[in-house]
């Protein structure tokens, strides 16, 4: 077939699709007509072939790989919509199943013929809206039967928290007042926390393994301090804990540590199937300490799929792979599994970390406390910055990212490689040794000398990531 149009930038073109097509297609309008599926499959195939390595994607906390055994039992699953309950009823069950299991493996005080009470999301965004919402109108509750306004709700966070909390704030008009961080203290104070409380306060959100830095939040000082107050004024301010990263990790590695249900203010809690709960995105999960710290308005009852539904959710219709896979890991792993994964991966991280080290060029940031990662700033003096190191190792498909920490430890920049259950050994050498041979190079190159101004850096870090992002846009986020 020869070619119809002229080939432009408004195009998309295939090598090996050209023994099916020769027609460019176009790039943001519907084809006119249809193509043999060999075709779509090779010109889609093409153009994934420029994404990234996942493997070498060390910017992402998600899970890039599973075992065959649940790959098959995710496509098999692939065409199951999880909300239609009364069709689905096993799906429904192993959903239920894998919330008993968080709630008790989290300290839940759930009664040997109760059930938990929670519910599976898409990631953990969903999750903390759907915590957020409740801990909001459980306030709202609590103001109007005192004869008080509920115009001026607010959260209590570190300005180390993930996006979605600030998306959570601005989507439901709550104001998020944030604890600002210092230099070699990257996570939220309890007690400038409590002392930024008033009784508009619907909750104090903690974040067991920060985004930053992996660390994680001190929840049971956080929560003695919070008491304190709470009986000195009358208030009863609770805790949600973001535990999208460590959820799935202090259980295993810090049995003792005090972060979940066992601490009385702790009332829901997220966590990340799909990330150290080892699943594909995107999945996660919020469980609630008990029925009480749901509101029930907040629930929906819908009957025309077949049964009368409770449901909780921001989200309708989504698959059921993912929960399909959860069930599979918590049954193939058990909780020996998940603590020899765990601690595998925090061993590569301290590969890493050396070798890091060892090269007498960085400062590590991170601690080894906390998420499996690496976080590592430039020592003063150095010719170059973070985001040119980031920049270099692209050539060898490494994806890391380097990034300023918030306000007021805004000078500060790091780069970060988290280690996933996919980061071998030989992996974590592998990188050393590019980033020694990265460091060489730009050594060779010309220093810039002179110290940038806040400004500089910030424009420096709009420069690096504009570079990684193709301008052309089709207008969807």
Aim: negative net charge; glycine residues 6%; contains cysteine.
């Amino acid at each position: 077939m020869l070619a119809s149009t002229i080939p432009t930038e408004e195009h998309v073109h295939s090598t090996f699709a050209s023994r099916y097509t020769r027609s460019p297609v176009p790039r943001f309008h519907m084809p006119e007509r249809s193509m043999p599926k060999d075709a779509a499959y090779q010109v889609i195939h093409d153009e994934l072939m420029l994404d990234g390595n996942p493997r070498l994607n060390l910017a992402s906390f998600v899970t890039t790989w599973m075992e065959p055994e649940c790959d098959k039992l995710m496509m098999a699953a692939i065409n199951k919509n999880y909300v239609d309950m009364d069709e689905y009823p096993v799906t429904t069950e192993l959903q239920n199943r894998c919330v008993n299991m968080i709630a008790n493996l989290f300290h839940a005080p759930v009664g040997k013929e109760e059930t938990a009470v929670g519910v599976g999301t898409v990631g953990s965004s969903e999750a903390i809206m759907l915590a957020g919402l409740a801990f909001k109108r459980r306030w709202q509750h609590r103001m109007r039967t005192e004869g008080k306004s509920t115009e001026k709700p607010n959260i209590v966070t570190g300005a180390n928290v993930q996006v979605c909390w600030e998306k959570f704030a601005r989507y439901f008009e709550v104001e998020l007042k944030e604890v600002k961080l210092k230099e070699g203290y990257y996570i939220m104070d309890p007690v400038q926390a409590v002392e930024l409380v008033d009784e508009n306060t619907i909750c104090v959100a903690a974040i067991l393994g920060s985004t930053l830095t992996g660390e994680f939040e001190d929840v049971k000082t956080l929560n003695d301090l919070l008491l304190k107050k709470n009986e000195e004024t009358g208030w009863n301010t609770p805790i949600h804990v973001d535990a999208a990263s460590g959820g799935f990790i202090a259980p295993f590695l810090y049995p003792d540590l005090e972060w979940d249900f066992r601490l009385p203010l702790v009332k829901s809690i997220n966590v990340s199937g799909h990330k150290y709960g080892l699943v594909y995105a995107g999945v996660g999960w919020v469980v609630w300490r008990n029925k009480e710290d749901l509101p029930d308005d907040l629930v929906f009852h819908i009957n025309y799929l077949g049964s009368d539904q409770p449901t909780f959710t921001l989200n309708f219709s989504k698959g059921s792979s993912q929960i399909i896979a959860q069930y599979y890991q918590f049954l193939r792993l058990g909780f020996e599994g998940y603590k020899n994964i765990i601690e595998n991966c925090m061993e590569n991280m301290k590969v890493l970390k050396q070798g890091i080290e060892n090269t007498g060029r960085f400062n590590i940031v991170s601690k080894d406390i906390g998420v499996p990662l690496v976080a590592f700033s430039l020592k003063c003096g150095s010719k170059h910055t973070v985001f040119e190191v980031a920049e270099n190792l692209r050539r060898f498909g490494w994806i890391l990212p380097a990034y300023t920490m918030p306000a007021d430890a805004q000078h500060i920049a790091v780069l970060r490689a988290v280690i996933r259950e996919d980061f071998s050994y030989g992996l974590a050498k592998r990188l050393v040794e590019h980033i020694e041979l990265v460091l060489k190079e730009m050594d060779a190159l010309p220093g810039r000398g002179v110290k940038k101004t806040e400004r500089e850096t910030q424009e420096e870090i709009f420069r690096y990531w504009k570079r990684l992002v193709d301008r052309k846009r089709s207008g969807v986020c």
